[in-house]
């Protein structure tokens, strides 16, 4: 099934381990010509003077993507934690989607975790924290019996 | 069903970032409410009326109603007509696209660690 989804908040994004310090690894989270260097991946590309850094809790941290057609996508991000070079935590305006970047010393290198949590935590029933995946199975098992 | 279930997926401009659907912001703002999470919960086992959600809940039906009314909003419930009552149903598209969104994030997480991997070798041991 598509959906791993986790009603009860935060979820595993992405997890790897990078050959470079904590420190370095840190650096190219909150410098705009790194930001501008990775952020894209391979679907799209950020132009450095699209970035812009205002590195406290409360500071806004923007950039703007480009698709290979042209598009153009302003993304805005609020710093929520900041504690250097352990742990970035940044919420996205529109959305309020909350981005955990954890760095961890590992062998040679540094282990970088994200997480997302998309809504709060506190959850009334143990029901409820079965989650969307799940919800979605009883929902196609009811669909199926009736 | 499951072909069903999935047949909806959240628009995205071709290999590039995803274009989030208005309504994506909606359903995460309905589903942000423990009461409306638990409406959820409990119409995945099937449709109710207003009367049979609320009982597990200390809340007027009036409550329950204008919990309905957000997620309905948001795409997420819809609500019919039969004779005095209104039963409710969940909308497995609406859930189905939030699963889709939340996929699309892994794989451009993914894809961004493996440009900051590049990017960081590039870069030598500067540190």
């Known amino acids: ?23 370095r690894v840190w650096d190219a989270f909150i410098t705009p010509v790194a930001i501008a260097a990775f952020w894209g991946g391979s679907h799209a590309t950020v132009a450095p003077d699209s970035v812009t850094v205002d590195l406290r809790v409360g500071g806004e941290f923007a950039l703007t993507t480009r698709a290979p057609n042209g598009d153009t996508r302003r993304l805005r991000f609020v710093y929520v934690r900041i504690d250097q070079p352990r742990e970035l935590a940044f919420e996205e305006h529109l959305t309020r989607l909350l981005t955990t970047v954890t760095l961890t010393p590992s062998g040679d290198g540094t282990d970088v975790v994200v997480h997302q949590r998309r809504l ?5 029933t143990a ?6 995946a799940s919800i979605l199975d009883a929902l196609a098992a009811h669909l199926q019996s009736s | 069903l499951r072909k069903r279930l999935f047949a909806y997926s959240v628009r995205r401009v071709p290999g590039t970032v995803l274009t989030q659907p208005a309504d994506l912001d909606a359903s995460f703002a309905a589903l942000g409410d423990p009461v409306r999470r638990a409406l959820v919960t409990r119409l995945a086992r099937g449709e109710a009326t207003v009367g049979q959600l609320a009982e597990p809940f200390a809340l007027t039906p009036q409550a ?24 409710c149903r969940l909308r497995p ?34 540190r």
């Not at chain 1, 709060?120 to 009334?124: A, D, F, I, Q, V």
């Not at chain 1, 029901?127 to 969307?132: N, P, R």
């Not at chain 2, 329950?64 to 039963?87: F, N, W, Y």
């Open chain 1, 1 to 23: 099934m598509t959906a791993s989804a986790d009603l009860s908040g935060d979820e595993l994004i992405a997890h790897r381990h990078l050959a470079a310090g904590p420190e």
């Open chain 1, 120 to 124: 709060p935590p506190e959850l009334p």
């Open chain 1, 127 to 132: 029901q409820a924290v079965a989650g969307l």
């Open chain 2, 64 to 87: 329950i109603s204008h919990h309905l009314g957000v997620l309905r909003r948001a795409g997420l419930v819809e609500q019919r007509r039969e004779g005095t009552s209104r039963p």
């Open chain 2, 93 to 126: 598209e609406a859930l189905a696209g939030l699963g889709n969104w939340i996929d699309e994030q892994r794989r451009m997480w993914d894809d961004r660690l493996v440009a900051l991997e590049k990017h960081l070798d590039g870069n030598g041991d500067a």
